[in-house]
């Protein structure tokens, strides 16, 4: 086990150890036979038996990638806003299965509206069904439920709406539920408004990159000469740096926001000021 303390205890008092500050983490490969049939037929079952393409999806290496946090830090609960087809949470309750505890909650109100059940029907097929619990609710108003439910995952992927204020509130919630040492992953960390979430929680709070050795979908990083002799003469010049976005003067590519699934560590508790005015630029 991984874990140093129950993650049920209070979150001054929860610290996850985690692989990666060893560097001994590695991506495994998940073998469990569903991932072969979905990958290969790119089709999937909904609950009344209907056969529909696989149309929105999370890559293979993504989803071996959350199967491996779990499998690696062995939490005793995971969270996940956003089921759609079910594929990472999947993976995620394969994970859990394989390391032979733990539960999972998906976070979902158009599973059965929009998706026509193929998430619930995926766990099925995958005999994982018992590892997940489904709530049909919208994120904004499942989180705070399982804050007073008391719940503390050791590991939470975002993957819901995309719009900027939608990310910030689940992490926002996130964080309230998420122990010192827990890990968040956020999906397509590679879109302006996921990416202006992460730039912002790894500048004003106690987070940092989880793994940064893996990159999923990453495109190279040319600065151009220009650019690099621009921002070190602002390192030098305060008043230069004031005129210029805190994008230019740390790019994201240097925050360590490369691909599209970033994870973050939580490092400490949140002891900024509440009466503070202003926030750190991002």
Request: contains cysteine; aromatic residues 8%.
């Amino acid at each position: 086990m991984r874990i140093l303390r129950d993650p049920a205890m209070d979150a001054n008092k929860t610290e996850l150890d985690h692989p990666s500050r060893k560097g001994d983490f590695h991506v495994r490969s998940c073998s469990a036979p569903w991932t072969e049939v979905v990958y290969s037929t790119r089709r999937l079952t909904t609950l009344d038996g209907s056969v529909v393409p696989m149309d929105v999806y999370i890559p293979r290496e993504e989803g071996e990638f959350l199967y491996s946090i779990v499998r690696e830090l062995r939490p005793e609960v995971t969270v996940e806003v956003g089921m759609a087809n079910g594929i990472s949470t999947c993976f995620i309750a394969t994970a859990l299965s394989e390391n032979g505890g733990g539960r999972h909650i998906a976070i979902d109100p158009f599973q059965r509206t929009e998706w026509g059940g193929a998430g619930l029907a995926l766990l099925e097929k995958a005999g994982v069904k018992s590892r997940a619990e489904l709530i049909e609710l919208p994120s904004h108003q499942a989180l705070p439920d399982l804050e007073r439910r008391g719940i503390r995952p050791g590991f939470a992927f975002i993957d819901g709406s995309h719009l900027f204020d939608y990310v910030m509130a689940d992490f926002l919630c996130i964080d309230r539920l998420l122990p010192t040492g827990g890990v968040v992953a956020f999906d397509d960390s590679d879109w302006p408004a996921v990416i202006a979430v992460l730039r912002y929680v790894l500048t004003n709070r106690h987070y940092e990159i989880a793994y940064p050795g893996v990159i999923i979908e990453g495109v190279r990083n040319t600065p151009t000469r220009s650019a690099r002799a621009l921002r070190s003469l602002a390192h030098l010049s305060p008043k230069l740096a004031s005129k210029l976005k805190p994008e230019f003067l740390i790019p994201t590519y240097d925050l360590g926001i490369r691909g599209r699934c970033v994870v973050l560590r939580k490092t400490a508790s949140d002891d900024r000021n509440n009466q503070s005015r202003f926030h750190n630029p991002f």
